[in-house]
């Protein structure tokens, strides 16, 4: 529809209209310029409410195209609100998983005794309440490094240690007894600050406490092997039975246990020795 404001009203004087004037001369008996006067109204009043529509329909399109407008302009700053919400949580987010570095006491100095740092690897077993061999707390505890891939290219050295276990590490009862007994007493504080149950390491120390003072040790030529055998199969024994939840009280020691260790190693001693003998028969 064309805008009616452009709209001319017709020359009704013309001979284009002559026809119509004189139908409705004849029908209303009025004079030529009466005729005319009456079309010209007749045209005006028409072409107002045709601007009076048309005026109408712009003002409700434009209505129309404002809400339209509107609405596409709340969505947009709705997406990009979100869209600002969700970079300044990812932000957030980012910066929680960066490392921090705690402040210290300026009033403090270094203590008198700094407890021995076991390997990464053993750290991480006591943590997770696992059994670790005694050599990682022992002093002979060291290991080579290995190439390890940091940040998806650079490849840096690291301790071997750190990530798996070492080649190096030999069973509780190939230490010597020196050894053991330092060993037990770094593994003991290390459980400690791990925060295992209290009466776990109670018991781990009587265990500990009954073996270096057992009378076996002065009694016996292989006293201390055999207690370094009792060693190393109870305290595994007893981490294999506290996975199934039915642990027994390893700070008690089992006599009859030492006992048959003690006949076992002393019957691998003779066997050694009787063989050692015939040996050197054969040889003579």
Known sequence: MADPNNEVCPDFVS?????????LIRASAQTEAQVINRMVVSWTQSHRQRVDDWNQEQEQEEHDAAEVAQARTLQEEEIHERQEADAEKECLETEKKKPKMNGFNATLTVSDFIMP??????????????????????????????????????????????FK????AIPDHELSFLTFLRAKNTFLMHISKAKWPQSNIDALSLFF?????????NNSDIGDLVVLHYA?????DWHDHLKRDNAFNIGVLNENLIRSINDELWDKVRSAKMSQVGSSKFES
């Open 165 to 168: 276990a070492s080649k190096h």
């Open 117 to 162: 740092r076991p390997a990464q690897y053993a750290i991480s077993k006591i943590n997770n309440f696992k059994y670790t061999e005694l050599w990682y707390f022992s002093p002979n505890a060291e290991d080579g490094y290995g190439l390890t891939q940091v940040d998806n290219a650079v490849l840096a050295l690291r301790p071997l240690s750190a």
């Open 15 to 23: 001979a284009a209209y002559a026809e119509i004037r004189e139908d």
């Open 209 to 217: 406490w009954h073996l270096e003072n057992h009378l076996i040790r």
């Open 232 to 236: 190393s199969r109870v305290r595994q």
